[in-house]
């Protein structure tokens, strides 16, 4: 079996960092397992007291738990995507897998083995885009006695520690043009998505037709390698990821500490994301039927659920429609738009 190494960008989130790699120290096969750990420096007066604490904490840890544990601190600021990229391009010399987490994610005691046993039985399979930790629909998904499998495939995929080999990740980044293509652009075609998957349907239409907050694209206009660029591009080129039926890992950025993902109260993340607390794992897909069966029954929750957003994503869609497709009249409504909240 091979091992998947782990790349980590961070900067001065103590507490979540710890919580991190300890949990990523209590798993079967972290004695097998390299660490690559980046700490960025401050952008910020007030992100220092935060990094000195990484920074003290990082030089007492015990690089003993990991078969290799090697700390870059940066030495001026990157920022997330440049951290993300430098510890990219570092590993991919040496290696032809990875996992990726950020530092607010957990991980459940299996996890590594989850990850190693599902490259080891499919990454010959050029159908394959990620392995994810964390699954969609979190709060309901799959907590049920008659599926007899621990894993399932879907054309979508989750962060919150996941892992691809580079030659996946160079395809994606070199194609993912293709979700720019004008025929997604289409009322049927966005309907199509809608149908597929919901959540799908609204990030097309708010980061790559209504271009909220530009986070899907780079300096360049080129899109991003982020993980909602990731989702939509798992859509478009038919790869699959796999998933496992219980949680193998969580994010705990939902309290408002990190870049991009806002506060969220609504979620008890000891129960509604629930980890596996097992150390042992055996791969066993779940069938076609149980897979699909629940994925329609996941998809109507969400519709249920988002119908204010549902609405408010049609109105943009016609905003945009109406202003010729690339209009700054409608640039300028949709950004004020953006601006209700849901």
């Not at 939902?254 to 506060?263: C, E, F, N, P, R």
């Not at 519709?303 to 549902?310: A, G, L």
Request: hydrophobic content about 30%.
């Amino acid at each position: 079996m091979k091992y998947a190494p782990i790349m980590i960008p961070t900067c001065n989130r103590y507490e979540h960092l710890k919580r991190c790699l300890d949990s990523l120290a209590s798993n079967t096969l972290a004695k097998e397992t390299d660490i690559f750990l980046s700490v960025d420096y401050p952008p910020q007066k007030e992100y220092f007291l935060g990094y000195e604490k990484i920074v003290d904490f990082l030089k007492r840890f015990d690089k003993n738990k990991f078969n290799k544990f090697e700390i870059i601190i940066q030495k001026e600021n990157l920022g997330p995507k440049k951290n993300c990229k430098f510890l990219y391009d570092l590993l991919k010399k040496d290696y032809d897998r990875f996992i990726f987490s950020e530092d607010d994610n957990e991980f459940s005691p299996n996890f590594l083995l989850y990850i190693n046993k599902c490259f080891e039985e499919n990454e010959l399979d050029p159908r394959l885009f990620t392995i994810c930790g964390f699954k969609s629909d979190s709060k309901s998904f799959f907590y049920n006695e008659k599926f007899s499998g621990t894993v399932y495939k879907t054309y979508y995929t989750q962060p919150y520690g996941y892992a691809c080999l580079f030659s996946k990740f160079e395809e994606f980044y070199r194609n993912n043009y293709i979700i720019l293509d004008k025929k997604n652009y289409s009322i049927r075609n966005i309907r199509r998505l809608y149908n597929y998957n919901p959540y799908l349907a609204y990030l097309f239409v708010d980061y790559i037709l209504c271009r909220k907050d530009n986070l899907f694209f780079d300096e360049d206009e080129r899109l991003a390698p982020i993980d909602g660029v990731m989702q939509l591009y798992s859509y478009y080129s038919g790869l699959y990821s796999i998933f496992p039926v219980i949680n193998k890992s969580r994010t705990r950025g939902i309290d408002g500490s990190g870049v991009t993902m806002g506060k969220d109260d609504t979620i008890d993340i000891e129960k509604d994301w629930v980890l596996d607390r097992s150390s042992s794992f055996v791969y066993k897909e779940c069938s076609d039927e149980d897979v699909n069966s629940e994925l329609a029954e996941s998809k109507d929750r969400y519709k249920k659920k988002k119908i204010k957003r549902y609405l408010k994503c049609l109105i943009k869609l016609h905003i945009f429609y109406l202003g010729g497709c690339d209009g700054k009249r409608a640039r300028k409504v949709i950004a004020k738009l953006n601006k209700i909240r849901i």
